[in-house]
């Protein structure tokens, strides 16, 4: 009989501390190609046990197997490998640019860039993602321009977004990218909100959800849930479970539901969950998810495993709040090695090839950088002009706005 005496008040504790041995014996990993693949239009109720299991496409000896493989050919594979190699070296690039005080703040992707790399590829023009500050690859993976980025990122002369915005809060509606928000989770039900609106318009165009796995917390994530199974928004809600929150381990966020992706079962959304770290993989239930959404057949949560290898931004030092060792000893591995050792085991890519391709992104990334900083960095060099902040803001300016640019003589 449980004990009726003095209530205890309940605290979820990681599993390691600093200075601790890694331990992800938590993390149940099936055997890949293991998990089946049902049909489109499959009834959520008949699916439950796939929130609580993870669909993998490559195994350990790097071979493609099960019925979520064989979707992209080869030389997809290869564009796949080189966005998020081409994402992993720019972010490296701006790290070193924040460190140097060319911009005030940058968030890394390290380890994840399979997660956003792989969908844009599911994805068509015109369908509109809303995501969080760790997406970049959906616009590496979609050929927006890095210099766009980083003028962005430097706030200079050439800033797409006029010094408007924070570093790495990009925007692009050419692209597919909504305006990044700090507020957490307010992009959630943006989302569904909007894929209502191209319900409604009978317009053909899908929207993609973003957040990660500690601000499903926030309330709007959940009232997202309810407008997207109840109007049957044509919407995939993308959970990314890097296992950290800032300094917040995930079962802080994650309750007692066991997995984030059992969070949808009880809207009646289908729910599922994908390796984050493989490339195929994310890209098949991102397929899937999307194809769902396109036949009106209503909204599918995805959780993507994965975890968050470097620190939650240039301000955070994840050592005062997990082991050292821990990202080598996550069980899922490296994204961009998984695919790289893929490609190798198909005969179509080797290590010198790997190693040819490193320096000719660095290059790349290199002259971009070159030709961002040549219009301005954060203390040097162009910047905005001040009149960008009274334009592009109201059709016709008040008069209050007319007399503050007319004193600032702009």
Same mark, same amino acid.
């Given at each position: 009989m449980a004990d009726a005496g003095m209530l205890r008040f309940h605290v979820p504790e990681p599993e390691v501390r600093p200075g601790g041995t890694p331990d992800f014996s938590n993390v149940t990993i099936p055997k890949a190609g293991s998990v089946p693949r049902p049909e489109i239009d499959v009834d959520p109720r008949t699916i439950r046990d796939m929130a *609580?299991?993870?669909?993998?496409?490559?195994?350990?000896?790097?071979?493609?197997?099960?019925?979520? %493989? +064989? $979707? /992209?050919?080869?030389?997809?594979?290869?564009?796949?490998?080189?966005?998020?190699?081409?994402?992993?070296?720019?972010?490296?690039?701006?790290?070193?640019?924040?460190?140097?005080?060319?911009?005030?703040?940058?968030?890394?992707?390290?380890?994840?860039?399979?997660?956003?790399?792989? *969908?844009?590829?599911?994805?068509?023009?015109?369908?509109?993602?809303?995501?969080?500050?760790?997406? %970049? +690859? $959906? /616009?590496?993976?979609d050929g927006y321009p890095m210099v766009m980025m980083m003028n962005q990122i430097y706030s200079n002369e050439a800033d797409p977004l006029k010094g408007r915005q924070l570093p790495i809060m990009y925007s692009s509606k050419e692209h597919g990218f909504f305006s990044i928000s700090g507020n957490l989770a307010t992009q959630y039900i943006q989302a569904v909100g909007w894929a209502m609106a191209s319900a409604i318009s009978n317009d053909s165009r899908i929207a993609a959800a973003w957040i990660g796995d500690g601000s499903t917390a926030e309330s709007d994530f959940h009232a997202a849930l309810v407008f997207a199974s109840t109007y049957k928004a044509p919407v995939v809600l993308n959970v990314v479970n890097n296992q950290w929150a800032i300094s917040t381990f995930q079962g802080i966020a994650r309750g007692g539901s066991g997995t984030f992706a059992a969070r949808g079962l009880g809207f009646g959304i289908p729910s599922l969950r994908v390796d984050g770290n493989d490339y195929l993989a994310v890209h098949a239930v991102a397929k899937w998810g999307i194809e769902r959404a396109r036949r009106n057949l209503g909204p599918t949560l995805v959780e993507y495993v994965t975890y968050r290898v470097g620190a939650h931004s240039s301000s955070d030092d994840p050592s005062a709040y997990r082991p050292k060792a821990e990202s080598d000893a996550w069980p899922l591995g490296d994204p961009v090695v998984r695919l790289k050792n893929h490609l190798i085991h198909k005969g179509v890519w080797s290590e010198d090839r790997h190693t040819q391709a490193e320096a000719e992104i660095l290059a790349t990334v290199i002259a971009a950088q070159k030709e961002a900083e040549s219009h301005g960095t954060l203390h040097a060099g162009g910047k905005p002009s001040t009149r960008d902040m009274f334009e592009g803001v109201y059709a016709e300016m008040p008069p209050h706005l007319r007399r503050q640019r007319q004193q600032a003589g702009v």
């Open positions: *609580f299991s993870i669909i993998r496409v490559l195994n350990r000896a790097g071979e493609a197997v099960g019925p979520w %493989a +064989g $979707l /992209l050919t080869d030389e997809e594979l290869l564009q796949g490998l080189r966005h998020m190699m081409t994402l992993r070296t720019f972010d490296a690039r701006m790290q070193m640019a924040q460190r140097q005080g060319k911009t005030s703040f940058y968030m890394q992707h390290l380890g994840e860039e399979a997660v956003s790399c792989a *969908f844009r590829k599911a994805l068509q023009p015109g369908d509109m993602n809303f995501p969080t500050y760790r997406q %970049a +690859g $959906l /616009l590496i993976a």
